[in-house]
C-alpha cells in the first residue's frame, strides 16, 4: 500500500519511521509547509514526491492512504479532503477539537470506520493489550486508576492552539479508559491547577484529576502533569473483586544497584518517542491488516467523539467546579 504522510514535524517523522517497518507499506509522497525539511526527508528516504500544498498530496492518484500528523486545527479539513479523494486515512489525535465537525464526518462518509483510523496509540502498548486480556483473573473490575505525566511541558505557542490539556493529552487516557472498561461515561468530575508553566493562567492547566463513573459502576481516576522531573511516567493499575493488575513503566534498563546507601535503579525512559516506539509499529500494522481484509479499523471517528464528548465535559466540570452528567 502506497502512503502519503501530511505533516513532518516531531509526531510525522515518527510514523514515517514506523510505516518503514511494516512490509506491505512504502511511504511515496511527504507534505509540510517547512519546504526545506520536507524535500531534505524525502531526499533522505528516497520518497519520490514532495509537496508543500498537502492538497496536491491527496489528489496524487498514486497515494492509496494518508497519514494525518499535522496541528490539530488542520485535521477536519484534510481527513475530509482525503476521504472526499476515496483515500483510507490516519489521523493522528486529536480527530478534531469540536464536536460538531465530528459528527459531520461520521453523517458524511457511511463508511467511515472502514477508511478512517484515529491515531490513539497506547491502544496497541503490548503491555496495556496483556493487561487487558487477564483482567478475568482478578474477578470483575471495580476501579481503575490511569497516570499519564509528561516530563517537561510544551512551549506556550503550543499550548495555546491545542485545545487544552483535557482535549490533548488527557484524550489519550479517556479513550484508553473506554478500551480498558469497554463500557460508556455516565458522569465525570474534574479539577485542575497551575503548577509548572507560566504564563498560561486563563489558558490552560498543567496539572489535572479526572474521575469518570462508567454505566456498569467501575470508577476510574485519571491524574495527569505537563512536568515529572523524575521521567515520563505512564501506569495502569485495576482493581477488581478478585485481585489487582498493574502495568507499571519501562525503564531505559532493569538493572538495581544495591550499596550501603540504598537501592538505585534506571531512570524511566524519556518520552513517549521511546516509550510508544512498538505500539506506533503496531498501529501501523493493524492498519494495514484492516484495510486488506476489510475489516473496521481498531480506533475510530466514534472512539474520538466520546473522547472528546468527555474532553468537554470535564472543561465543564473544571469551570463550574460540580459533576457533570453524559448525556
Known amino acids: 500500500m502506497k502512503i502519503g504522510i501530511i505533516g513532518l514535524g516531531r509526531i510525522g517523522k515518527t510514523h514515517l519511521k514506523a510505516i518503514q517497518k511494516i512490509d506491505g507499506l512504502k511511504v511515496i509522497a511527504v507534505s509540510d509547509i517547512d519546504e526545506k525539511q520536507c524535500n531534505q526527508i ?5 520518497i519520490p514526491y514532495s509537496y508543500i500544498d498537502y492538497n496536491k498530496l491527496i489528489a496524487n492518484k498514486e497515494v492509496e492512504a494518508i497519514w494525518i500528523c499535522s496541528p490539530s486545527k488542520l485535521h477536519y479539513e484534510q481527513v475530509s479532503a482525503a476521504l472526499e479523494h476515496k483515500k483510507y486515512v490516519f489521523c493522528e489525535k486529536p480527530l478534531e477539537i469540536e464536536i460538531d465537525k465530528i459528527t459531520a464526518l461520521l453523517n458524511s462518509f457511511s463508511d467511515i470506520d472502514k477508511r478512517l483510523m484515529i491515531g490513539f496509540n497506547k491502544r496497541f502498548d503490548s503491555e496495556f493489550i496483556e493487561a ?4 478475568a483473573k482478578i474477578g470483575v473490575p471495580t476501579i481503575v486508576k490511569i497516570t499519564s505525566r509528561d516530563p517537561a511541558p510544551p512551549t506556550l505557542a503550543y499550548l495555546k492552539t491545542s485545545g487544552g490539556l483535557f482535549k490533548d493529552m488527557t484524550i489519550h487516557d479517556f479513550d484508553m479508559s473506554r478500551f480498558i472498561v469497554e463500557d460508556d461515561v455516565v458522569e465525570v468530575y474534574a479539577t485542575g491547577s497551575i503548577n509548572y508553566i507560566e504564563g498560561i493562567d486563563g489558558v490552560d492547566i498543567d496539572t489535572a484529576m479526572v474521575t469518570l463513573k462508567f454505566k456498569n459502576g467501575i470508577i476510574c481516576t485519571i491524574d495527569n502533569s505537563r512536568q515529572s522531573p523524575y521521567g515520563y511516567d505512564q501506569r495502569l493499575e485495576i482493581l477488581g473483586t478478585l485481585g489487582m493488575l ?3 513503566n519501562k525503564k531505559v534498563n532493569h538493572n538495581s544497584f544495591y550499596t550501603t546507601q540504598g537501592k538505585q535503579s534506571s531512570v524511566y525512559q524519556n518520552f513517549f518517542l521511546e516509550r510508544y516506539a512498538d505500539a506506533y509499529e503496531q498501529e501501523a500494522r493493524a492498519f494495514l491488516d ?9 480506533a475510530t471517528a466514534y472512539d474520538a467523539l466520546k473522547a472528546l464528548e468527555l474532553a468537554e465535559a470535564c472543561k465543564k466540570s473544571l469551570l463550574e467546579n460540580r459533576a457533570v452528567r453524559i448525556s
Open 290 to 298: 484492516c484495510v486488506v481484509t476489510k475489516r473496521e479499523f481498531p
Open 42 to 46: 524525502a531526499e533522505e528516504n528516497k
Open 132 to 135: 487487558k486480556k487477564n483482567i
Open 246 to 248: 498493574q502495568v507499571n
